[in-house]
């Protein structure tokens, strides 16, 4: 039978519980317990004497207990056979966590749904040492962080995932804002975890949240920051989004058309009426006036000057605002609307394109033509 005289153990912090090698002992042996720590005995799996932080003579007075059950007698060297656990008290900071698959959340503002993550560490300090080796320890030799953050992985996961999924759905916060609620989301999971770690003995310190993520290549993510980019670009220069759609038609019709009737009809094909007309005539320097549909008479082809929106005689041939020549605006029936508009590129009533031009040639060609009669270019698909 070995004998052994010093029992001790000199670890790392990130050690909770750690079984000395051996088991056999006598009565003169020294059991060397450190201010951190506290040293559980175990006999026939039976927890028996805890000896907090000091230096003790394993004698008959200092194991009550254990004597009880191998009948040490008083006085002598008596060996006798016995498990010690060494329990570590210090604070363990720094255990990490993180979610292992991401939640999928529903933002609340921006209506998409999100991959979300969550990241960060926590303390824990063994405060009842004989319950934590008897419900959580059991007979392993060494009991750890990875060892600890694998037990309660399945806990950590269903309180994280169930309380910032709920953030989002019941405060209506949007992923954007998140990470300023970061401090609260932490204590709040804190309080309810700190129950399950009491079941095991343990406490609790703190608990924190370092950082709530989406993946940088999610393709949702992705299409957020682009829109949120053009809005804040949007805001800096001074429009909206409505305002952005009608210039880019415009910029469109300029190259293709090269004339105002090409501007006017383009704006008139994305239904702006009088307020369209307003952002035109911003926009261009009052280069053509604002247009009101509801008051134009439908049967009625009055002239106006392509060039500066001048409104003329019947039978003017040139602006006497510009010196323009006049187009004749005669009417045609729109296919579309079935509405009489006077003859152009586009239906004043309903912005249906009457007229396209050949991009080889440039001439200008019914609308729905398959061929070019000018050059015999192919149309279309």
Wanted: charged share 20%; hydrophobic share 40%.
């Amino acid at each position: 039978m070995a004998i052994f005289e010093v029992i001790k153990y000199e670890g790392d912090n990130s050690t909770f519980v750690w079984k000395h090698p051996a088991e056999d002992f006598n009565t003169k042996s020294q059991l060397i317990v450190h201010e951190t720590q506290e040293a559980l005995l175990f006999k026939n799996g039976i927890a028996l004497d805890l000896f907090p932080a000091g230096r003790y003579t394993l004698d008959t007075q200092n194991i009550p207990l254990l004597r009880k059950f191998v009948n040490l007698p008083f006085g002598g060297v008596s060996p006798f056979h016995c498990e010690v656990y060494f329990i570590n008290k210090v604070v363990s900071m720094d255990v990490l966590w993180g979610t292992s698959s991401p939640i999928p959340i529903k933002d609340a503002v921006y209506d998409i749904i999100l991959p979300v993550g969550a990241n960060g560490q926590f303390a824990v300090q063994i405060e009842d040492s004989r319950k934590f080796i008897t419900t959580m320890v059991g007979t392993v030799r060494e009991f750890n962080q990875v060892t600890l953050t694998n037990a309660f992985r399945g806990i950590l996961m269903m309180k994280i995932k169930d309380y910032i999924a709920n953030q989002f759905v019941k405060e209506k916060i949007t992923f954007l804002e998140i990470n300023a609620h970061i401090e609260s989301i932490s204590q709040a999971i804190q309080e309810k975890l700190s129950a399950e770690f009491a079941r095991y003995g343990i406490r609790l310190v703190n608990f924190n949240v370092n950082a709530i993520f989406v993946p940088e290549n999610d393709p949702s993510y992705l299409r957020l920051k682009a829109a949120l980019a053009r809005k804040a670009e949007m805001n800096i220069v001074g429009y909206n989004y409505q305002q952005e759609r009608t210039f880019d038609v415009l910029e469109g019709a300029a190259k293709n058309e090269g004339t105002g009737a090409g501007v006017m009809g383009a704006g008139m094909g994305l239904g702006m009426g009088a307020n369209l007309g307003s952002v035109i005539s911003t926009a261009f320097g009052g280069a053509i006036a604002s247009i009101d549909v509801k008051e134009t008479a439908p049967q009625k082809a009055e002239r106006v000057c392509r060039k500066c929106g001048a409104k003329l005689p019947e039978n003017a041939k040139f602006c006497f605002e510009c010196g323009e020549r006049v187009i004749n605006n005669e009417t045609v029936l729109c296919p579309n609307c079935k509405e009489q508009t006077p003859k152009g590129k586009f239906c004043l009533h309903c912005g249906h394109r009457l007229t396209i031009t050949c991009p080889q040639c440039g001439a200008s060609l019914t609308s729905g033509a398959k061929f070019c009669p000018e050059c015999g270019e192919r149309l279309g698909n």
